[in-house]
């Protein structure tokens, strides 16, 4: 149980990490496509927040009647992966797409920006919706290895840490380093380092299983 515990708080700080790379990310395409360091962020914000909110109010009704949360975790994690690396392209055709819009309506001055923002939103809102997943998943899966307020904290904690390190790194190493792109591709390493993690969880469940099954 604590080998699979730790590997649950591996997961969890990578899937941290991960998100606060794509968030730094995304103000920093926000800012060049929308020309405003002030707009961006709150239109990040809004997405990212939500996107949150979402993920952890659909999944919290629905994992503790998992049978298998550690499998789910591992399909969460490999689709936040893949959707956080495409939402950096999907940013700039979202920004080609709104041009486009936005000339052939002749909308101008807030409107605007207000339809900018929104196609950002659009973008930005599924992935977040499966970080916000990570939470409630992780939450149930340590519940059933350790005592339940042992492990909300614990995930709680580990979470938090990571998301300090991913903002940190992404904004003072990555992003200026490597650019936007490879820098997602970064953030999806970590989000498949927490699927591994996941998956090895998963493992060693099913191979207990099959032996008491076997003993009986």
Known sequence: MRLKFTLLLGAVLCAGIASLIYEVLWVRQLGLSLGSTAIATSVMLSAFLGGLALGSMWMGRRSDALTQPARALVLVEIAAAVLGVASIPALGAAGHAYVF??????????????????????????????????????????????????????????????????????????????????????????????????????LVGCKRATRVTTEL
């Open 101 to 202: 819009l936005a000339r052939t309506l002749g909308v101008t001055g807030v409107g605007a920006t207000a339809l900018r923002a929104l196609f950002a939103v659009v973008v930005m809102l599924i992935p977040a919706v499966l970080f916000g997943m990570t939470f409630p998943l992780a939450t149930t899966l340590g519940a059933r290895l350790v005592k339940g307020a042992v492990a909300a904290g614990a995930v709680s904690a580990v979470s938090s840490f990571g998301s300090a390190a991913g903002a940190l790194l992404c904004g003072l190493w990555l992003e200026p380093t490597f650019g936007i792109f490879r820098s997602a591709v970064v953030g999806a390493g970590f989000n498949v380092f927490a699927a591994f993690c996941a998956l090895a969880i998963w």
